[in-house]
């Protein structure tokens, strides 16, 4: 499948910084719920990551992360989760997050 540029640019990929995380007991798969804040334009919004191999509830809060801010919120179990946290699998297929390597602003969009 091919993507036409316009296409693409309808995706808003946002960087953010985790604010908080917790514990998610009711998901189905292992999972934290990430609270991320986005900048005075979009504001906090929440969502559930299926992240817990490689990170610890006590180290999220602060790492910056990139995630896709404009799909509709989805139920997860008993948290709705509003924003797509973005990350690629390891060799073991599980979660790695993408993240800016460079300090930059919260709010800014992917280009």
Known sequence: MT???DEFMKVD???????RA???PEARKPAFKLFVD?????GEKKSSAQITKHYDLD????????AVVNFAPR?????MSEVLVLGVPDADDEVV??????????GG???
């Open 75 to 79: 139920q997860i179990g008993p948290f």
């Open 59 to 66: 180290t999220l809060p602060g790492r910056k992360v990139l």
């Open 97 to 106: 997050l993408l993240a800016p390597d460079k300090d930059v602003p919260i």
């Open 22 to 24: 917790e514990p998610f």
């Open 38 to 42: 986005f900048g005075d334009e979009i």
């Open 13 to 19: 990929i946002r960087v953010g910084i985790i604010k």
């Open 109 to 111: 969009r992917m280009y």
């Open 3 to 5: 993507l036409e540029f």
